[in-house]
């Protein structure tokens, strides 16, 4: 049976996480069936409660670093399974390499079993603490090895490589997308990432934690926008990397500043020390997305950690924070 007889079956490892369950309900609205294989280290299956009486959609508790089954035909593979901040890999070194290397090794062997579309959510990490700015798809990247962030950055590095081996010798058909900093509700209250962490002590009144002098740059994206980036991706016959992000960068004091503007908070902000290797700029180059995809952000800033800041508020109003 050919994908135009029924419907089209989506497989998203890491369903069940921030941006897997954002990408979860986006594929649903398509018309597809979505499997979700998660083993929840840092998924959460509050993300997906509202889905799992759906026919249309399948939760499987499963660690992809293990041999993957799913049953019937499979169109295309998600590959969004990882830890995927700096204090989560910091304490998950080992889960983070092995979801990287040898889950991408599994998600790449069932697209090849299945005759499967295949994406690898890759990072601007690739990039490590960059001296190329803004960051290109071209620019091969300054990153540690050694250093605590490294088994982020190489697993992803390796996931890359594994990728292009599968379509180069196995002729699969896969994408890359290096994500950016990306923002929005269901983020981890206590992930550690700016965002969850500015808001969170924001809304409490909380000092507010700048890690070094707050000099250092990023550049933030809502997660509606990467996501629709990603689907066209999927869509596309294009099988190099594109990064997918909002160019518009600031640095982290001024952030902080402005979600404290947002939240209407008291906060004092203060300083703590600078995590290792954190990198210095980060700002997506985003001319291959544009030309490629047709693809550009369009949610503003403001309105993005609006929307944040009231999911962060609901968790609190119900006790849940
Ligand atoms: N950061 C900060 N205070 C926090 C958390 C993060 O100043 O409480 C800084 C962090 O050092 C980095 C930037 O915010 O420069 C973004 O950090 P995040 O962990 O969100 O992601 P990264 O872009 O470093 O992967």
């Not at 540690?144 to 379509?167: C, L, Q, S, W």
């Given at each position: 049976m050919n994908t135009s007889e029924r419907r089209p079956?989506?497989?998203?490892?890491?369903?069940?996480?921030?941006?897997?369950?954002?990408?979860t309900e986006k594929m649903l609205g398509l018309g597809h069936k979505v499997v979700v294989l998660d083993n929840l280290v840092t998924g959460n299956l509050d993300n997906i409660a509202h889905l799992r009486s759906r026919t249309d959609f399948e939760f499987i508790h499963h660690d992809v670093s293990q041999y993957i089954d799913v049953t019937g035909p499979v169109d295309f593979i998600f590959h969004f399974a990882s830890p995927a901040s700096p204090i989560d890999y910091l304490e998950l070194p080992i889960q983070t390499l092995?979801?990287?290397?040898?889950?991408?090794?599994?998600?790449?062997g069932l697209a090849r079993a299945k005759g499967a579309k295949f994406l690898l959510a890759s990072t601007s990490e690739c990039y490590g603490?960059?001296?190329?700015?803004p960051q290109k798809e071209t620019y091969w990247g300054n990153v540690?090895?050694?250093?605590?962030?490294?088994?982020?950055?190489?697993?992803?590095?390796?996931?890359?490589?594994?990728?292009?081996?599968?379509?180069r010798y196995h002729k699969l058909d896969t994408k890359i997308v290096r994500?950016?900093?990306?923002?929005?509700?269901?983020?981890?209250?206590?992930?550690?990432?700016?965002?969850?962490?500015?808001?969170?002590?924001a809304l409490k009144n909380e000092p507010m934690t700048v890690f070094g002098d707050g000099k250092q740059t990023r550049s933030f994206c809502y997660c509606s926008d990467l996501l629709e980036?990603?689907?066209?991706?999927?869509?596309?016959?294009?099988?190099?990397?594109?990064?997918?992000?909002?160019?518009?960068?600031?640095?982290?004091?001024d952030f902080a500043v402005k979600i404290r503007e947002l939240c209407g908070s008291k906060s004092e902000?203060?300083?703590?020390?600078?995590?290792?290797?954190?990198?210095?700029?980060?700002?997506?180059?985003?001319?291959?997305?544009?030309?490629?995809?047709?693809?550009?952000p369009v949610m503003n800033l403001d309105e993005g950690l609006k929307l944040t800041i009231a999911y962060f508020r609901s968790?609190?109003?119900?006790?849940?924070?």
């Open positions: 079956v989506t497989v998203i490892t890491g369903g069940s996480g921030f941006l897997g369950s954002h990408l092995k979801v990287g290397a040898l889950g991408t090794h599994r998600a790449l603490d960059p001296l190329e700015h540690n090895p050694i250093g605590p962030r490294g088994v982020y950055d190489e697993a992803k590095r390796f996931a890359e490589a594994m990728t292009m081996a599968y379509h994500i950016f900093n990306t923002y929005g509700p269901r983020m981890r209250p206590f992930d550690g990432r700016v965002v969850p962490a500015f808001i969170c002590q980036g990603i689907v066209r991706l999927m869509m596309s016959d294009f099988h190099e990397p594109v990064n997918i992000g909002n160019p518009s960068e600031m640095t982290v004091l902000i203060i300083h703590k020390p600078l995590p290792v290797d954190d990198p210095k700029i980060r700002q997506p180059d985003i001319t291959r997305a544009k030309e490629i995809l047709g693809w550009k968790l609190i109003t119900s006790g849940k924070l």
